[in-house]
């Protein structure tokens, strides 16, 4: 989807449609006032009538509306003009797509980014309906013999700025709205492909893709020596079940001088999670191509991030496994030594991605970074504990989480921190090893962040549990492409503060 940004009154405007808002009950958006004016009171005729009253979800489409350059002008409800939420602008967003779809519109101008939001700027307002229209632009079709099923014909919107300074600022929001789109738009690609497709050396491919549409980044990739070279056990061990040999992805975004300490982003990549030895049930079991969401969101972040060419360095490290049951499989009870020389007793080998994520961090270690953010679809009771709408958050630096919580906010993806410490991190006691990988039922969310916290003490740290927000069950279902929208925010407002 392209994106503009226009000056001028909108009843002067070429497009095939102009989009206004209406409100509860019967009040005409200052835009759509405009365009009433112009053609001579025919929109205040028709409310007057009852054509519309402005109630959310309401729209009328009206061709040729007399005194009016563009072929169309769309009306759309938007409810109570005080009460207007960012759930019903959103809707309001979708609503004008459905509609702007199926009249066979090429492109329109969007006028709803001018109501008010209570704590929203202008620049919200257009971000968030870039970032909606791009997300609507997205079908998963890789695996489909019929491609291109109903796309819609909207290739262009245009929001508008009312003055050069308010225009600049539009300008970037709707360019930071299409790179979230996009970023998210890539995760989910990557999430929903099956995992005979999505495997460890296809993840490996893809980093040498976007390194190749972007030469601001450098692509890494070990193989299963080089990372026994490394001493990488642990990571290692998820592996011996599988045929599939593991990879560790390394892309390296370059956008600050070489000085310039980099972020860091680890994102868990068990391209299937059958759970080895200690297999999962059979139910839903097909969910487990999702369990590399996290590293999904690093590479939506990373596109994202150099879309927008923003002024910081940033790696993203990516411990791509396949976690499989086998007569070489780990079995429980096995002992395995990490690169941080900390050993582990396996327990359950479905609690993997800990085991691949602890020596991914300590990985990171080499690049001294400011924080290192990692991304995991790490535990059933993360569902349990925060349900599908909130990413579960823990963190060795209350900054940091302040930071990710704040932007998780601006972003509308929200995270909840959970709390971390002795009295949980005691529950992975071992009798044979350093540590286990599991630490029992009770609180299993945190145990998991206790588990990471041994191996992060060097860094500044923090860790998203994604299991209930990276992907839809049922009808729907599919990945969200979150938490793209939280780390990009992060991000922005980190290259912001280095700026000024
Ligand atoms: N990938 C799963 C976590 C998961 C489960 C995410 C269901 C989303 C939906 C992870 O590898 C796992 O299996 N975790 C175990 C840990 C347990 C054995 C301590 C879990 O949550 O049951
Ligand atoms: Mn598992
Ligand atoms: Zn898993």
């Not at 005729?45 to 402005?54: E, P, R, S, T």
Request: with cysteine; hydrophobic share 40%; aromatic share 4%.
């Amino acid at each position: 989807m392209d994106f503009a940004i226009k000056t001028g009154a909108p009843e002067k405007q070429r497009s095939g449609c102009l989009v206004v808002g209406v409100f509860e009950k019967r009040q005409l958006s200052p835009q759509a006032a405009s365009v009433d004016k112009a053609a001579k009171g025919y929109l205040r005729d028709l409310l007057k009538a009852g054509d519309m009253d402005g109630r959310a979800g309401q729209q009328l489409l009206l061709p040729r509306v007399p005194g009016i350059t563009a072929d169309r002008v769309l009306l759309v409800g938007m409810g109570k003009e005080k009460e207007l939420t960012e759930r019903v602008y959103r809707q309001a967003v979708l609503t004008m797509h459905a509609t702007l779809a199926n009249a066979g519109a090429k492109d329109a101008i969007c006028y709803l980014p001018q109501a008010q939001i209570k704590n929203r700027d202008l620049a919200w307002r257009i971000r968030d309906a870039a970032q909606t229209l791009e997300l609507l632009d997205y079908r998963f079709e890789a695996c489909k013999s019929k491609k291109n099923g109903q796309k819609s014909a909207l290739r262009k919107v245009g929001f508008s700025a009312a003055s050069k300074s308010e225009a600049a600022k539009a300008e970037q929001a709707a360019a930071q709205g299409q790179a979230l789109g996009n970023g998210m738009n890539l995760a989910r690609e990557l999430g929903n492909l099956p995992g005979n497709i999505c495997t460890p050396s296809y993840l490996a491919e893809q980093a040498h893709g976007l390194g190749e549409r972007h030469p601001s980044v450098e692509i890494t990739v070990l193989d299963e020596p080089a990372m026994e070279e490394l001493g990488m056990g642990s990571l290692l061990s998820v592996s011996h079940g599988s045929q599939e040999p593991a990879r560790l992805i390394v892309m390296h975004y370059r956008g600050a001088g070489e000085r310039e300490q980099p972020y860091a982003l680890v994102g868990k990549g068990i391209t299937f999670d059958t759970g080895g030895i200690s297999l999962k049930p059979g139910a839903a079991m097909d969910e487990m191509k999702f369990d590399m969401c996290g590293a999904a969101s690093v590479f939506g972040t990373l596109e994202a991030v150099a879309q927008l060419e923003l002024p910081i360095n940033l790696v993203g490290v990516i411990p791509a496994v396949e976690n499989m049951p086998d007569g070489k499989a780990t079995k429980p009870g096995d002992i395995v030594t990490s690169m941080s020389g900390q050993t582990i007793e396996i327990l359950n080998t479905d609690a993997e991605g800990r085991l691949v994520l602890c020596d991914a961090l300590s990985y990171v270690e080499r690049y001294k970074p400011r924080s290192v953010v990692d991304i995991a679809t790490l535990t059933g009771a993360c569902i349990i504990a925060l349900g599908n709408h909130m990413h579960g958050l823990m963190g060795n630096n209350n900054a940091l989480v302040s930071e990710l919580l704040a932007a998780g906010k601006a972003a509308d993806d929200p995270a909840w921190e959970l709390p971390l410490g002795p009295e949980y991190d005691e529950l992975l006691k071992s009798n044979f090893a350093d540590m286990a990988n599991i630490g029992g039922r009770a609180a299993g969310t945190i145990t998991a962040g206790c588990f990471l916290a041994r191996f992060t003490k060097k860094l500044r740290w923090a860790h998203l549990d994604i299991a209930g927000t990276a992907w839809k069950s049922g009808e729907q279902k599919g990945a969200t492409g979150r938490p793209v929208p939280l780390l990009t925010h992060y991000l922005i407002e980190q290259a912001g503060k280095r700026k000024s």
